[in-house]
């Protein structure tokens, strides 16, 4: 089976990079510092023009959680044709209850959505809020998901490995399983060794600094310490270093 790194993009500079670096497939945001929110149209069409890849399409309207409105789940719908039909290969998504629980009515929709453009739909890490992540993964099976983004309920990937590996071991003829949080050259070999996973998301993240951040009295900086001034950004080093790795897993497992 060919193993596949992700990127996750968060502008068409960053997409750039990613398939300089060698990447088949990105995951395309905006607001990576809120853990990824829709992207725009423009960039959208940029890097589908510009470059060859696979790109799946956050549709996240805001950050903090997964349980979304009626008005929001109603621009959702609406972002989700708009970036199909302006070339996204599959979208990425992910709708939970206020208990946790997958919300599996609007997975449902969603997921026919993309499927009647004949695109990949992809649940993301809300996946890893759930309480029981095997009960949970049958019902986004049942919903016909392609694919499901998660770092094994843990904050990194290689904290969830038993998670991962018990899903990949159950479901893994079902449905695809794609790591991400946390994963770089070090360490996806073994974490791909460890799971049986064929597919891992990395961020692949640089940081740029942007002296305007800051002013005398003001500040629109996001993160801390050495890097207050700066923005994050995708690394084709990093990118180059880690499609590497995933390739030499290929080479042992063909």
Same mark, same amino acid.
């Given at each position: ?11 068409f500079? %960053? ?12 995951e ?9 929110l ?9 890097v589908? @023009?510009?470059?060859?890849?696979d790109?799946?399409a ?10 979304y409105s009626?008005?929001?789940? @109603? ?8 970036l199909?039909?302006?070339?996204? %290969?599959?979208?990425?998504f ?22 009647? $453009? ?15 992540? $095997?009960?949970?993964? @049958?019902?986004?099976?049942?919903a ?10 843990r ?7 038993p ?8 479901y ?30 990395s ?16 500040? $629109? ?29 290929y080479?042992? $497992?063909?």
């Amino acid at each position: 089976m060919e193993k596949i790194a992700e990127i996750c993009c968060g502008s068409f500079e %960053d997409a750039k990079q990613a398939a300089l670096g060698g990447a088949k497939r990105i995951e395309l945001n905006s607001a990576l510092f809120m853990g990824g929110l829709t992207p725009s149209i423009g960039t959208l069409k940029l890097v589908k @023009e510009q470059c060859h890849l696979d790109v799946v399409a956050m549709v996240r309207p805001r950050g903090a959680g997964f349980c979304y409105s009626e008005l929001e789940y @109603e621009t959702m719908l609406e972002d989700c044709r708009i970036l199909l039909e302006n070339g996204a %290969d599959g979208i990425a998504f992910g709708f939970l209850n206020p208990d946790c629980s997958v919300d599996v009515g609007r997975t449902k929709e969603f997921t026919a959505l993309i499927h009647s $453009y004949r695109k990949v739909a992809v649940f993301h890490r809300a996946f890893d809020c759930v309480e029981n992540p $095997y009960a949970s993964i @049958e019902q986004i099976i049942d919903a016909k998901v392609d694919r499901v983004l998660t770092s094994g309920l843990r904050e990194k990937a290689w904290e969830g490995i038993p998670v991962i590996a018990g899903l990949q071991k159950r479901y893994g003829s079902a449905i695809q399983l794609l790591a991400g949080s946390g994963i770089h050259a070090g360490n996806a070999a073994k974490i791909m060794e460890q799971t049986g996973i064929s597919q891992v998301h990395s961020s692949c993240k640089d940081w740029h600094i942007d002296s305007t951040t800051k002013g005398n009295h003001v500040s $629109y900086a996001y993160a801390c310490g050495k890097f207050e001034s700066s923005y994050d950004v995708v690394s084709r080093v990093l990118v180059q270093k880690l499609v590497r790795v995933v390739e030499k897993q290929y080479e042992h $497992y063909k």
